[in-house]
């Protein structure tokens, strides 16, 4: 197997950072510099960080987030409550590598504007799934609280003819649930896809990682399983070494 990128998510909140599950019930972790610092060490490969304030209608913290870049010596990806070319702006001039769009990525045609302009490598469209009851998926915008009207497939594909570089695709259900990641869902949409797919939500141990780039996906990102010790989710952050990873995901035993 391949080297894959395996990408921690943080989820910004005021000056910490915090996780969910389902999307809800958010765990303070720590101070947000701490935890970059703590990273910095691990040889990650890259950062990805959602603000959550933003749905309560809170403006970009643009002095927060250069505080951040200043600090971190890894590539960073930041979304959350981009609405315009100039918000981009400011958050690539702020130090970080990627810009993540959600709810307004297909709004106003900003998706396609940002790439244009910074190009798709610097361009990432995150698309958050729920699985319903009835056993399909549909996408979710406004931090998984509005439905969008398009099938999972129909909706990447647009994003990915919109310019984006690379798509993170969400599953709601599975967000801090360590029950590996959605599969089906995974196989559904890679064949169809010319860009890369990172795949979020429910990763556990190692063998999900392995599981989902065999599923086809490009990259694997995780929240709680580095952000977690234990039964009773202690918070303690734990990005494993590179040797780690290496031995875990490579090496055949």
Request: net charge positive; charged share 25%.
């Amino acid at each position: 197997m391949k080297e894959f990128r395996v990408i921690p998510i943080l989820l910004l909140s005021g000056n910490g950072f915090v996780k969910t599950i389902n999307f809800k019930n958010p765990t303070y972790l720590g101070d947000s510099l701490n935890i970059i610092k703590l990273l910095n060490d691990k040889e990650v490969d890259e950062i990805v960080i959602f603000n959550v304030d933003h749905k309560r209608n809170t403006s970009i913290n643009y002095s927060k987030l250069s505080e951040i870049a200043s600090e971190c010596f890894i590539p960073l990806s930041y979304g959350g409550g981009i609405s315009s070319i100039d918000d981009a702006s400011k958050i690539l001039e702020s130090g970080f590598e990627k810009i993540i769009l959600n709810t307004n990525a297909l709004k106003n045609k900003l998706l396609k504007t940002i790439s244009n302009k910074y190009g798709s490598s610097s361009t990432v469209a995150c698309v958050d799934v729920k699985k319903t009851f009835f056993r399909t998926y549909s996408v979710y915008i406004n931090n998984g609280k509005k439905r969008v009207n398009s099938e999972v497939l129909d909706y990447v594909l647009r994003i990915q003819d919109n310019g984006a570089g690379e798509i993170i695709l969400q599953s709601i259900n599975r967000d801090g649930t360590y029950k590996g990641y959605d599969l089906d869902l995974i196989e559904s949409i890679t064949d169809k896809l010319e860009i890369p797919l990172v795949v979020a939500g429910g990763a556990g141990k190692f063998q999900d990682f392995k599981n989902a780039i065999q599923s086809g996906a490009s990259a694997v990102a995780a929240g709680s399983l580095f952000s977690f010790k234990g039964t009773h989710r202690a918070v303690l952050i734990n990005y494993p070494t590179r040797s780690k990873l290496i031995k875990e995901l490579y090496e055949t035993k």
